[in-house]
């Protein structure tokens, strides 16, 4: 038997009026795996949460959970009868119950279910927590209960939306930490939307950039980050530097010099330059001097803003202990092969 993905969704298109929310949506999100879509606001992404959870209908398209369709020309099963769990953006609890019952809401009255009540209490870390109320909770605790809600019924799928985005930055890494060991431990698959990139690449094992109601690129983190196949993708995820340039035998000229490229290509292209891959030095002889023009310091790193002839910005990202300041001159370059896009000006 051929294993089923968790959650299979095939072009799937929502219209609000004149309005395309999305347009052709096609994953998969495998079982036992952590899903981001990412994509700016308004690109489609809550939708196709909304569509996949069973609280929209799309115009056209399929959904399928563990083999089962859910969605399709004629097919339009309730969200209760999906099998799905849902964390919403603001966790939604219920304010005058307890712990215990928030999370045993879904589930039928019985003593199995209140066993499967202290089940996912421990696994999310909260087991002496069942009698306190939600306001006597942190955000992070609150966030592990609505977690604890969506896993209580073995769910195929769990759906999350922007689920860090109402935690303060000083907690956020740590919760997105404890929900990925939470979700590893219960093996069950789970989408998340964010328009965090971040977030996105921390958490998620396959991650799904969302533009314009299109899921236009799905992979690893690592994958899509070091080979997006188009040039919108390059310039969404992560910070990038499009230099114009010339290709011809697995290299091209840019104002950076010549570098090798990820792939063979020709004539006029766009070239991607991540500013991790920027090499600083002093300059020396008839080197090409840059400007520094701006420093911002993080304390993990630096990112400086480089002056070139041409008058175009390179952003560098070095580590905390280079010198540079602004005003200083220095030399540039590039030592790993570049990926670049056919420019079609």
């Given at each position: 038997m051929v294993d089923q993905p968790a959650v299979q969704c095939d072009s799937l298109a929502k219209s609000y009026g004149a309005i395309s929310a999305i347009t052709g949506i096609s994953f998969a999100a495998e079982e036992g795996t952590l899903m981001a879509l990412v994509g700016p606001s308004g690109c489609g992404k809550t939708t196709t949460l909304r569509v996949i959870a069973g609280f929209e209908a799309?115009?056209?398209?399929?959904?399928?959970?563990?083999?089962?369709?859910v969605n399709g020309p004629?097919?339009?099963?309730?969200?209760?009868?999906?099998?799905?769990?849902?964390?919403?953006?603001?966790?939604?609890?219920?304010?005058?119950?307890?712990?215990?019952?928030?999370?045993?809401?879904g589930l039928p009255r019985g003593a199995?279910?209140?066993?499967?009540?202290?089940?996912?209490?421990?696994?999310?870390?909260?087991s002496?927590?069942?009698?306190?109320?939600?306001?006597?909770?942190?955000?992070?605790?609150?966030q592990r209960v609505a977690l604890a809600r969506a896993l209580a019924p073995s769910p195929a799928v769990v759906l999350m939306d922007e689920p860090f985005s109402n935690l303060d930055a000083s907690?956020?890494?740590?919760?997105?930490?404890?929900?990925?060991?939470?979700?590893?431990?219960?093996?069950?698959?789970?989408?998340?939307?964010?328009?965090?990139?971040?977030?996105?690449l921390s958490l998620a094992d396959e991650v799904g950039i969302m533009l314009d109601g299109c899921v236009v690129q799905v992979g690893a983190p690592s994958n899509v980050y070091a080979h997006p196949?188009?040039?919108?993708?390059?310039?969404?995820?992560?910070?990038?530097?499009?230099?114009?340039?010339?290709?011809?035998?697995?290299?091209?000229?840019?104002?950076?010099?010549?570098?090798?490229?990820t792939k063979p290509s020709s004539g006029h292209v766009s070239v991607l330059v991540r500013p991790e891959e920027v090499n600083l030095g002093h300059v020396v002889d008839d080197q090409e001097r840059y400007q520094v023009i701006e420093k911002d310091f993080y304390g993990h790193d630096q990112m400086l803003q480089l002056r070139m002839p041409s008058g175009r910005v390179l952003r560098v990202r070095c580590g905390p202990g280079h010198l540079a300041n602004p005003g200083d001159w220095v030399s540039a370059s590039v030592s790993t092969p570049v990926t670049t896009f056919a420019d079609h000006r």
């Open positions: 799309p115009d056209t398209g399929t959904v399928v959970i563990r083999g089962n369709l004629s097919t339009f099963l309730s969200p209760d009868r999906r099998k799905v769990g849902m964390v919403f953006q603001d966790y939604a609890l219920f304010p005058h119950l307890s712990v215990r019952q928030n999370i045993g809401f199995k279910n209140q066993f499967r009540v202290d089940e996912v209490l421990d696994l999310v870390g909260l002496g927590a069942g009698g306190r109320q939600p306001h006597e909770l942190s955000g992070g605790e609150q907690l956020r890494a740590k919760v997105r930490t404890d929900v990925r060991h939470i979700l590893k431990a219960a093996g069950t698959a789970a989408i998340f939307v964010t328009h965090d990139q971040d977030e996105a196949e188009s040039l919108a993708v390059a310039s969404f995820l992560g910070d990038a530097n499009i230099l114009p340039g010339e290709a011809t035998n697995g290299r091209v000229t840019t104002e950076l010099g010549i570098l090798n490229t």
